[in-house]
């Protein structure tokens, strides 16, 4: 069980979390979805995994994200953001498929993602990335890599290494048809995933895509029973709800300006990461989580320059 008021120990390895997963490039619209159709597009670095290494780094610990990427322009303009940002880029592969996109009109709400897949689902396992989940205290997944072959296979691979040398592993279930094969149950192998996993940030959306619509409580309890031992079930602007199958605590939005929600998840487990690589209880790392994600919401694009930790807790009064 992971208990609230207690921090997790970890082993004495040097990198704190490791990213598995899609590293692509999100077209952002300039206007919002209740505007007329937008017509300009801006290029973003963007992929959640790729996001969350890159918002950890920014954070103050170290992160490494393993993924694929074309031998094109898009694929130099991804890794060029990585080696800006002081984050190795020996665990991204080069393919011949062109570099995933994805198309993003802006929301306040949530936005609703039309997507280009090409690289990214032909991360192959190496001795380099197993020495690298060797050395990591935090694994992550997204369900990108989980909807495609040959990756999945990949990612069967991590999640056994990981297993193995006590990894803390940590699942997004942002399950969505549109990234799985046509008649193919994703839904099953997802909660498959969830099994494996010590902890998961479904969104509402996500949990009623799995499971159908229920109240806060018992999606929660659907999650746990399938093994997760902490489950975070974001709400939007209503906050959250979390879940270690014993203790049920609310929290509350703290954000205060919404620009744009991409990103805004990516922001969340970052936060809450580094807060528990750096020592804090599992209950002030969701507070620190969702600071930075409050932070985050101001600011148009998935990534965006994170100040400290420790400057964001003494922005919220943490």
């Known amino acids: 069980m992971i208990h609230f008021d207690e921090k997790i120990e ?8 490791l990213t598995v997963g899609e ?14 159709e937008s017509k ?5 670095f963007g ?3 790729a996001n969350i290494a890159m918002n950890i780094k920014r954070l103050g610990a170290q992160s490494t ?9 898009f694929g130099n303009f991804l890794l060029n953001h990585l080696i800006e940002a002081g984050i190795g880029t020996h665990l991204i592969q080069q393919v011949e498929q062109s570099t995933s996109l994805v198309v993003v009109t802006k929301s306040t709400s949530t936005p609703i993602p039309i997507f280009y897949r090409g690289a990214d689902y032909h991360l192959k396992y190496s001795d380099i990335l197993e020495q690298k989940i060797i050395d990591s205290k935090i694994v992550h997944f997204s369900c990108w890599p989980a909807s495609s072959m040959p990756v999945r296979t990949t990612l069967e691979q991590v999640i056994q290494t990981a297993r193995q040398h006590n990894c803390l592993i940590c699942f997004d279930p942002n399950y969505h048809p549109a990234i799985w094969q046509h008649n193919e149950d994703g839904i099953s192998y997802v909660k498959h995933l969830i099994s494996q996993s010590d902890i998961v940030k479904p969104s509402e959306d996500d949990a009623n895509r799995l499971f159908g619509e229920a109240s806060y409580e018992e999606q929660l309890e659907n999650f746990l029973q399938l093994g997760a031992k902490l489950v975070v079930m974001t709400l939007g602007k209503d906050g959250a709800i979390v879940s270690n199958g014993v203790e049920t605590i ?4 703290m954000a205060t300006e919404v620009v744009d929600t991409t990103g805004a998840g990516d922001a969340f487990w970052s936060g809450f990461y580094t807060a528990l690589v750096k020592g804090c209880t599992v209950k002030q790392g969701l507070k620190l989580g969702f600071a930075v994600s409050a932070y985050k919401l ?3 694009g998935a ?3 994170l100040p400290n930790l420790e400057v964001v807790q003494q922005m919220f009064e943490l």
């Open 23 to 36: 590293l692509l490039v999100d077209m952002i619209s300039d206007g919002y979805d209740s505007e007329k």
């Open 250 to 253: 609310r929290f509350d939005t």
């Open 303 to 305: 990534v965006v320059d």
């Open 65 to 73: 994200i393993a993924s694929a990427v074309g031998k094109d322009r």
């Open 40 to 44: 300009d597009y801006h290029a973003f």
């Open 10 to 17: 970890f082993s004495n390895v040097a990198n704190d979390v």
């Open 298 to 300: 101001r600011y148009v």
């Open 47 to 49: 992929g959640s995994p």
